[in-house]
């Protein structure tokens, strides 16, 4: 079984296409700027089988078209590899496009197999700089590095995807940085930039619990297109979600 947070029919935000999107419960990073921390907990969510996810999914197919699919995204999908590797298995089998939206903290065995199924990876880059995704996120950006340089040399599609801070991502020299890190990587087919928005902060007061970026400002429309200009020259398509 696997631990769901919710599910959304008809996704157009979590890969291409119209999609399915499953929202897994659990996360070990702490983003301050995560908007869906009632998805941290590692206990909760609503068990679902493998099966039933390839039923709701089959219901939907026919909105699919060439491009849609099943993303399933979190929390941290890779906490649950073992069973999503069933579903990813199931789906193909039904020829349904699969996609996973992951932080890339996980990367072993099971993972791996994981990736393998995978169509595309929407990889979670949330900084270039250690001491700064540290402070962002509470964890090391090792892993994610690691795991955006194994899924190049398997040769499979994958998408970055960089949440756009005041103060905290929109570091000139460091978005330079990222691009420079990523410039000679042959299958990433895009970056998509998330401006920051604060629709998650009801959410924390429901939870008990202080929004880390109280306070913090959504970026402008200067700041994106700034953001937008200086990747450009370092991957193949920049978007904004």
């Known amino acids: ?23 897994t419960q659990g996360c070990h990073f702490r983003c301050l700027y995560c908007h869906n921390p009632d998805t941290q907990a590692l206990n909760g969510g609503t068990d679902m089988s493998v099966e039933e996810i390839v039923r709701l999914a089959e219901k939907q197919k ?3 078209g060439t491009e849609g699919g099943v993303t399933v995204s979190g929390g941290e999908p890779t906490i649950h590899a073992k069973e999503l590797l069933k579903l990813f298995q199931a789906l193909h089998a039904k020829n349904i496009h699969t996609a996973l939206d992951t932080n890339g903290a ?5 993972t791996k197999k994981l990736y393998a199924e995978t169509d595309l990876l929407l990889l979670d880059t949330k900084h270039i700089d250690e001491t700064k995704h540290q402070t962002l996120t509470g964890m090391s950006n090792e892993n994610t590095l690691a795991l955006a340089k194994y899924r190049e040399s398997t040769r499979k599609s994958m998408w970055l995807r960089y949440v756009l801070v005041p103060g905290y991502s929109d570091d000139e020299t460091d978005l330079v940085r990222l691009g420079e890190h990523f410039k000679d990587y042959q299958y990433i087919d895009r970056i998509e930039i998330l401006p920051y928005h604060t629709l998650g902060a009801y959410k924390y007061e429901k939870l008990g619990r202080k929004d880390p970026l109280e306070g913090v400002s959504v970026p402008d429309k200067t700041m994106i297109t700034k953001t937008v200009e200086i990747l450009k020259p370092y991957f193949r398509k920049v978007t904004v979600r």
């Open 106 to 110: 996980l990367v072993n065995d099971d």
């Open 1 to 23: 079984m696997l631990k769901v947070h919710s599910v959304e029919t008809f996704g157009t935000h979590e890969g291409p296409g119209i999609r399915l999107v499953i929202f």
């Open 62 to 64: 026919a909105y699919f």
